[in-house]
């Protein structure tokens, strides 16, 4: 480590050499003066990519979208004060959906807290029971003890980011002045261990589990016995290996796939069924292929429709987890890890299972119901709100990347978007919030450089105004897909449309704001497009995917889109009346 002007300045060093050695290659931060060590120090280490963002919020988000992709811890920094309550909301879908977020907040010393200093509140345990790991890193203290504590402090807070169960740390960092570098005595006698220049100081372990194979072999049994199944697979992050491990366990106990938007397992196989939702709201389609057993992979299904059927199903249901358990009906009999997928299927292979049919059954239905949409399609030109969910999906290329947000964006999506091959889905659905969705697939987009779009509604739109700013400093090619009915369309669809009156009904859900979105374009530098039909879109797309920041609004109305979504579900529910 190079000689550093004071020893709030070689603490710093230390928290950042340790941050980059723990894996975090993102670093997010927000300008502020108690944090200047730090922002320095991060700065000038090497194997860091630093971004500077105006605000915390959207700093936090953009920090949980970088790690969100690529799986690695991201970091984002924030001065003293309230500027760290800022995080609150992207804290909360981190430790929802597990995501490596490191939360680094600068701190007043101690004898400054409770006697009215400015920018100075408690900020111990600021984000209470919603973090894996907290650690107050103290005061910087010119000792060698205190050096080695740090660092030891830092390896074990930062390895709770990512196992057992993945999640948001928080470490909270004091510092006295002079906060800018200054000169002034360095201790002297520090070994190369405190200083860091002896590599980690400490190394954990790994913990690797192991599925045994008696485990493995009863559950085989337990399948065998219940044909009649399907597999679903919720919304993922991970790139790995497990949609390929699917493919062969959905082959090997003859269950259907059932695949979210956001799963990763649609952008890999073309057997996955793409369209459960429509299928699944056929009364009769749906009693027809009631499973006996369930396997769950990934987060819930964006289908409020095929969870209602999972849990009227009654079915033995097991859990394949690696973090959090996502069961709220309480509906599985055993959770095992992820890594138990392709085991597992070689153990039914050598049972040799017979097939139960469901697959051919789903796969039917979709054939169905894609070719009533197809019809339906081509019939009706307007670029309706499933219309678009649909064109994206058909006109985004392999390799590419979208964030989708919740809503009424990510139903689409699932419902009418299709295959998606090759193309990369990510979505906020640990806590379903519409919070944050630009600054998020913008950290996304810097932490993978892949041409990224952004598929949401107006509301979270102008939810995320700070998100498209940061965009425009960072230079991120960023194309955001809104959808503009000017308000909350999903309202529409839920009881409280037909329980309230008309007036009180746009004033407290429909929330009409009237913003023209050109203007946002404008204070942000992006090029605006207004397709009014699908070939327009899909040009627009086209022309804009990886060239800078775009703005695509598509402007529809929310009292018709109910009307065209009932319309295909009808299209739909007459092709499986009609097959049946």
Known sequence: MSAHANFNALWAAAVAEELQRAGVLHAFICPGSRSAPLALALYKQSGLFVHTVL??????????????????????????????????????????????????TADRPPELHGFGAPQTIDQQHLFGGHVRCFADLGAPEPTEAALLHLRSVLTVCLSRALAPRRGPVHLNAPFREPLAPTPGPLPEGLSARARGAAGPLLQLAAVETNIQSSLLVSLAAELARRPRGVIVCGPRDAEDDLPKALIELAAATGYALLADAAS???????????????????????????????????????????????????????????????????????AIPESACAPLATALRARDVEPGGLAQSFAAAQAQVGSALEGAFAKDAALTEPRVARELGAALPPGSQLFVSSSMPIRDLDAFGGSLPGVRVLASRGVNGIDGIISTALGAALATERPTAVFLGDVAFLHDLGGLIAARRLGAPLVLLVINNDGGGIFHFLPVAQQADAESFEALFGTPHGIELAAAASLAGAELHRPTNPAELRAALRESLGRGLHLIEVRTNRRENVARHRALQESAWAALEEAS
């Open 55 to 104: 605000d915390e919020r959207s700093a936090a988000f953009a920090a949980l979208g970088a790690a969100k992709a690529s799986g690695r811890p991201a970091l984002v920094l924030a001065t003293s004060g309230t500027a760290g309550a800022h995080f609150y909301p992207a804290v909360l879908e981190a430790e929802a959906s597990g995501v490596p977020l490191v939360l680094l």
């Open 264 to 334: 990763g397992v649609r952008a890999t196989s073309s057997l996955a069924i793409t369209c459960a939702d429509l299928i699944l709201r056929h009364e009769g389609r749906a009693a027809a292929l009631r499973p006996d057993a369930v396997l769950r992979f990934g987060g819930a299904p964006s289908s409020k429709v095929l969870q209602g059927w999972l849990d009227a199903a009654q079915a033995y249901t097991v859990l394949f987890t690696d973090g959090p358990l996502i069961d709220p009906a309480h509906a599985a009999s055993i």
